[in-house]
Nanobody
Framework: QLQLAESGGGLVQSGESLRLSCVAS????????IGWFRQTPGKEREGVAC????????YYADSVKGRFTIIRDNKKNTVYLQMNSLKPEDTAVYYC???????????????????????????WGRGTQVVVSS
């Protein structure tokens, strides 16, 4: 059974850091683009950070650039989201998703496109809650 499982969420104060983990089971992350997305009640799921397998190209939402870093470790079948300088507006449920890389994904354009379209992602975890207090 193909599964993704997120962990690492919690309650932190503004300015602090968290590291989220996304572990795949039942399949390897080879050939999959992986994205971190977040969602708050009443809002659509939004792409936060995404990374390809083909060349490690990344995309970050403007709201997290310079603060968040996405890191993949295929040997551990895990993708991380390092979140620094957290703000109250980062409060959300964070999900990881996997999309197989059909076609050309190198160069950055394709990962940027997919990160803006969560519906493209085929596999999802159940999410981990992040709460940032002011």
């Amino acid at each position: 059974q193909l599964q993704l499982a997120e962990s690492g969420g919690g309650l932190v104060q503004s300015g602090e850091s968290l590291r989220l983990s996304c572990v795949a089971s039942g399949f390897t992350l080879d050939y999959y683009a992986i994205g971190w997305f977040r969602q708050t009640p009443g809002k659509e799921r939004e792409g936060v950070a995404c990374i390809t397998d083909s060349d490690g190209s990344t995309y970050y939402a403007d709201s997290v650039k310079g603060r968040f870093t996405i890191i993949r470790d295929n040997k551990k079948n895990t993708v991380y989201l390092q979140m620094n300088s957290l703000k109250p507006e980062d409060t959300a449920v964070y999900y990881c998703g996997a999309e197989i890389e059909f076609g050309e994904w190198r160069g950055g354009e394709r990962i940027a496109q997919s990160c803006r379209q969560p519906n493209e992602y085929e596999y999802w975890g159940r999410g981990t809650q992040v709460v940032v207090s002011s």
